[in-house]
């Protein structure tokens, strides 16, 4: 793996009897984000539309993978975040006094503070870039991703913490804050997922997950291994032909699986090899 700085840094990845282990340069990996740093990793798989379909925890999880890397404070004040909304919660749930509740809020306001700027500032940068994907790919109309930050746009966090304190009592856990935003994907004026065939959602996706690379390479120079799944069930002929020249331009390190061979052609890339895979042995293709 090419690190940012330019030479090649060493990655190993193991999974045994004994659990996952992993090496960087060497050095045994400690945590799973020190790993995703290193090796930012895309997947696209047949349930890609989960994104649009489902609930709003998935559409975070997309927002923060991109704002994870390319915004070097950010993993630090997340976890610090988490920490202080576990304990504000526990105290809720125990019925503890305002003032304990108190020396937590002040943790979780900078943090929150932190959390929304760092999201806000991506998904202005991320929709500056969006188009270029989405007209490429999908070519459905005017897509807009609207960040919905966790509680009322006009109300600072703190303000929305003291007044919503006997709420959060009653139902024992905090009930807004940056682990309640959410991504509303519209074409035009209608939600994506209200609008479009499940086909139309999967090359939406695709076009979705394609941005946050693109956005990666020009905030950090750093390209992405992306992951693409049975990529025929996901893409006909003529879209899986655009999203590759799309991969080739971007610069990334692409393994794509079907299951006919002829269901994915890339002779215009520079480097490539094919590999046939059954029963758990990997043959390489010439």
Not at 117 to 144: K, M, N, T
Not at 197 to 207: D, F, I
């Amino acid at each position: 793996m090419e690190g940012p700085e330019g030479p090649e840094i060493p990655i190993g990845v193991e999974r045994g009897k004994d659990g996952f282990r992993a090496r960087i340069a060497g050095r045994d990996v400690r945590t799973a984000a020190e790993l995703s740093e290193r090796l930012p990793l895309m997947v696209v798989s047949p349930d890609s539309q989960a994104l649009l379909e489902e609930g709003p925890t998935i559409r975070r999880q997309f927002l923060d993978w991109g704002v994870f890397h390319v915004e070097p404070r950010f993993w630090d004040v997340w976890v610090r975040y988490d920490r202080a909304l576990r304990q504000r919660n526990a105290l809720l749930r125990a019925r503890g006094r305002n003032a304990a509740i108190d020396a937590w809020d002040g943790e979780l306001i900078r943090c929150a503070t932190q959390i929304d700027h760092f999201r806000s500032a991506y998904i202005e940068e991320y929709c500056a870039v969006l188009p270029q994907f989405s007209d490429a790919l999908a070519a459905l109309g005017d897509v807009v991703v609207d960040y919905q930050r966790g509680w009322p746009a006009e109300e600072p966090y703190e303000d929305m913490l003291k007044r919503n304190r006997t709420r959060d009592r009653e139902l024992q856990h905090t009930h807004l804050g940056p682990h309640r935003a959410d991504l509303r994907v519209r074409v035009g004026k209608t939600l994506a997922r209200d609008l479009l065939s499940r086909g139309q959602q999967k090359v939406l996706v695709v076009a979705l997950r394609m941005a946050q690379v693109a956005v990666l390479r020009n905030r950090t120079g750093r390209g992405c291994t992306v992951l693409l799944d049975d990529l025929a069930a996901e893409l006909d002929a003529d879209h899986r032909e655009k999203l590759l020249l799309l991969l080739r331009d971007l610069g990334v390190q692409a393994f794509v699986t079907a299951v006919e061979r002829n269901a994915v052609t890339a002779s215009w890339w520079d480097t490539q090899k094919m590999f046939h895979v059954e029963h758990g042995r990997l043959t390489e293709m010439v």
